[in-house]
């Protein structure tokens, strides 16, 4: 990934990069899981976006969770429309590599998946993960309904307990939505990067904090 010096604070919306009216890729098929990477998905699926640092390692943790039935990287939660990785990489679109993640609840749960996005990164570095600066690497969950929201919210509270017992400081992951913001998907060569190339960069961010194999967020921590 790009390692120079990048804003380490989000940009002005109206200084952002113009972007572009069109998408700049056509989505494919995923390599490994076989499934088109671009709605529409089949009835009964649901969407998880999530920000954790390098999108590139991020998906490969996702598509091998099961009942995950197709991944894809992108851009998600700025201001430019249709970005590239080099605009997203100068920190003036306001966009996180973030990971969508198509899954079906009756195989995996919402929860299951918030406890890989918690284990996976260290949500406490702000504007980075390890030596990877810059906005494009924050921690963010983007959630698609009240639902979701509100399991976030309760699981980051959970997780947070565990990391202050570790020794670690607050949590600065975003929850944004409902609406989740638009998700551009990336240029075709970042999609199951590390497939395509299996000594690629694959940082280890994670804390070694785990929240329990059985964890869930029960209805009761659903109520407002």
């Given at each position: 990934?790009?390692?120079?010096?990048k804003p380490?604070?989000?940009?002005?919306?109206a200084?952002?990069?113009?972007g572009?009216?069109?998408?700049i890729v056509?989505?494919?098929t995923?390599?490994?899981?076989?499934h088109?990477?671009?709605?529409?998905?089949?009835?009964g699926?649901?969407?998880a976006?999530?920000?954790l640092?390098c999108?590139?390692?991020?998906?490969?943790?996702?598509?091998q969770v099961p009942?995950?039935?197709?991944?894809?990287?992108?851009y998600?939660?700025?201001?430019?429309?249709?970005?590239?990785?080099q605009?997203a990489?100068?920190?003036?679109?306001?966009?996180?590599?973030?990971v969508?993640?198509?899954?079906?609840?009756?195989?995996?749960?919402?929860d299951?998946l918030?406890k890989?996005f918690?284990?996976?990164h260290?949500?406490?570095?702000?504007m980075?993960?390890?030596?990877d600066?810059?906005?494009?690497?924050r921690?963010a969950?983007f959630?698609h309904?009240?639902?979701?929201?509100?399991?976030?919210?309760a699981?980051?509270?959970m997780?947070?307990?565990r990391?202050?017992?570790?020794?670690f400081?607050?949590?600065?992951?975003?929850i944004v939505g409902?609406?989740a913001?638009e998700f551009?998907?990336?240029?075709?060569?970042?999609?199951?990067?590390?497939?395509?190339?299996?000594?690629g960069?694959?940082p280890n961010h994670?804390?070694?904090?785990t929240?329990?194999d059985?964890?869930a967020?029960?209805?009761?921590q659903?109520?407002d």
């Open positions: 990934m790009w390692l120079f010096n380490a604070s989000m940009p002005n919306p200084e952002s990069l113009p572009r009216p069109d998408p056509t989505p494919g995923h390599r490994i899981l076989g088109a990477l671009a709605a529409p998905y089949p009835a699926l649901e969407i976006e999530f920000a640092g999108f590139w390692g991020e998906e490969k943790t996702f598509w009942g995950v039935w197709v991944t894809a990287v992108g998600q939660g700025g201001y430019t429309p249709n970005p590239t990785y605009e990489c100068t920190g003036r679109t306001g966009h996180a590599e973030a969508r993640v198509v899954f079906d609840p009756a195989k995996v749960t919402y299951e918030l890989t918690w284990e996976d260290d949500p406490t570095q702000g980075r993960q390890g030596n600066a810059g906005t494009q690497y921690s969950i959630v309904d009240e639902a979701q929201r509100r399991a976030a919210e699981s980051k509270a997780y947070q307990e990391l202050s017992a570790a020794g400081g607050a949590i600065t992951t975003e409902p609406p913001p551009y998907f990336a240029e075709d060569y970042h999609q199951q990067y590390l497939d395509k190339n299996p000594g960069y694959c994670r804390t070694g904090v929240l329990p059985d964890f967020i029960t209805p009761l659903y109520v």
